[in-house]
């Protein structure tokens, strides 16, 4: 498998069998994904792979919390407070496209919920993998750790696995740091779904768009 074939390949998804990851499969990616370059080498990367029954009773907790109407808060604002345009019409195009694979109206608020909710059990994936960063650190680790996730993610496409990055689980620091003994003054970055795909399920079934190079890009060549 060449990078491009990796690149193309990569895909958020979001139903897993269920099959365990195999220990040597996941210390092969973050090795491999440990070559992610990174400012002056700081490497800022902490990981936390959470598996079996640690995460399911994370997972219980957050899930519990969440439908307690508690939206939790994260570490660090990822999305914008105002959405402007053009991304307030491609994260409402996202969110369209799951719903409508899944059959999910505008009006079934449960339904939304409960397709929610399964973030914070990473969609049922064996792996749960946490990132986290010292908060000493400053906005450029965030451009190393982009960089770092990504790599993690082409690199299970390599072993045959799959993956859906997590924003969401950033919204319960304080339960996850509580449960894994990180540090109260570390930054969680975000989560990440890790497993073998359900290429039956229709949540998997369909594939986001993206703009042509020509959108995006000026050239000043001569
Ligand atoms: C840092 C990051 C966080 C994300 N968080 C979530 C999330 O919490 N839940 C989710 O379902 N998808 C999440 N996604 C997946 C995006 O929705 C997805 O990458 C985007 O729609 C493009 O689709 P693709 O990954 O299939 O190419 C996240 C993606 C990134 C890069």
Same mark, same amino acid.
Request: charged share 20%; aromatic share 8%; glycine share 4%.
């Given at each position: 498998?060449?990078?491009?074939?990796?690149?193309?390949? #990569?895909?958020?998804? #979001?139903?897993?069998?269920? +099959?365990?990851?195999?220990? /040597? +499969?996941? /210390?092969?990616?973050?090795?491999?994904?440990?070559?992610?370059?990174?400012?002056?080498?700081? =490497?800022?990367?902490?990981?936390?792979?959470v598996t079996g029954v640690k995460k399911k009773t994370l997972q219980e907790q957050i899930e519990t919390t969440f439908r307690s109407g508690d939206k939790g808060k994260a570490d660090y604002p990822y999305y914008p407070e +105002? @959405? &402007?345009e053009p991304y307030k019409s491609r994260r409402k195009a996202c969110g369209l496209q799951l719903y409508s694979a899944l059959g999910i109206t505008r009006e079934d608020k449960q339904r =939304?919920? %409960?397709? @929610?909710?399964?973030?914070?059990?990473?969609?049922d994936a064996p792996v749960m993998l946490l990132f986290f960063m010292e908060s000493a650190m400053q906005t450029?680790?965030?451009?190393?750790?982009?960089?770092? !996730? =990504?790599?993690?993610?082409?690199?299970?496409?390599? =072993?045959?696995?799959?993956?859906?990055?997590?924003?969401s689980l950033s919204h319960y620091p304080h339960? &996850? +740091?509580?449960? !894994?003994?990180y540090p109260d003054?570390?930054?969680?970055?975000?989560?990440?779904?890790?497993?073998?795909? %359900?290429?039956?399920? &229709?949540?998997?079934?369909y594939r986001t768009p993206r703009l042509e190079v020509s959108t995006f890009t000026r050239y000043f060549m001569d």
């Open positions: 498998m060449n990078v491009t074939e990796a690149l193309k390949q #990569r895909k958020s998804v #979001r139903a897993f069998l269920n +099959k365990a990851v195999e220990k /040597n +499969k996941i /210390n092969a990616i973050l090795e491999a994904a440990s070559h992610a370059p990174s400012g002056v080498n700081t =490497q800022p990367w902490q990981v936390a792979v +105002k @959405w &402007i =939304q919920l %409960d397709q @929610w909710a399964a973030n914070y059990r990473a969609f450029g680790s965030f451009m190393d750790y982009g960089m770092f !996730l =990504q790599s993690v993610m082409l690199s299970a496409v390599e =072993q045959g696995l799959a993956s859906c990055p997590l924003a339960i &996850i +740091k509580a449960a !894994l003994d003054d570390s930054l969680l970055v975000c989560g990440m779904a890790l497993g073998y795909e %359900d290429k039956e399920a &229709i949540v998997n079934s």
